[in-house]
């Protein structure tokens, strides 16, 4: 009985372990895989939730392929002016790191310093960006397999929304020179260096 009970733990174990380091990776670097973050954090956060910055950060791996790290500060309620640092990594799931309370000049609304996913704010539309910036690596440089390395969208402390850039970090699979985008909020490039 007692060889059994080993025998059924070490088998269960195993096939943790296997089904663990087999999965696939939840997030992808494309459109697809943008959306689906998207559609996740509305689920999680609520469709109406504010951000004042969302940081994607992948690292690839041969064994697991894409491994996409979230960031992010969040509040449902802006005008409480108490927003959370979150963080999402393959491996550990959701975690609530710190509690911020923002600092505004009197009179300002805190919205301005904010933005909510959808429409101006669309991942599905970063991950075209990506796709875009991959395809110009490729015929600029003539770098065929290149990766994403990190994607920032982050609120200018102006109070202008409006003004709010995508930056998109892009590397080749095999390392090397990293090439840097950065993008107005309608998908224009304002700048490419590396």
């Not at 310093?113 to 429409?119: D, T, V």
Request: charged share 25%.
């Amino acid at each position: 009985m007692k060889r059994e009970l080993i025998c059924l733990t070490g088998f269960i174990l195993s096939l943790f372990f296997f089904i663990s380091c087999n999965s696939e990776p939840k997030y992808t670097q494309d459109v697809s895989g943008f959306e689906m973050i998207q559609n996740d954090l509305q689920k999680r956060f609520g469709a109406d939730a504010y951000y004042t910055d969302i940081s994607i950060i992948n690292s690839p791996t041969a064994e697991s392929g894409t491994g996409i790290s979230l960031h992010l500060t969040v509040t449902k309620d802006p005008q409480s002016m108490k927003m959370q640092e979150w963080i999402y990594n393959p491996h550990t799931s959701w975690n609530n790191t710190t509690n911020i309370t923002l600092k505004i000049p009197e009179g300002d609304n805190a919205t301005s310093y904010m933005y909510q996913l959808g429409e101006k704010f669309d991942l599905k539309k970063i991950g075209q960006l990506i796709d875009n910036s991959a395809r110009k690596i490729e015929e600029e440089k003539n770098i065929e397999k290149v990766v994403l390395d990190r994607v920032l969208l982050k609120t200018p402390d102006n109070a202008d929304v409006s003004e709010t850039t995508v930056f998109i970090r892009m590397k080749p699979h095999n390392g090397g020179t990293s090439f840097n985008f950065r993008y107005d909020l309608e998908g224009k490039l304002l700048a490419f260096d590396y």
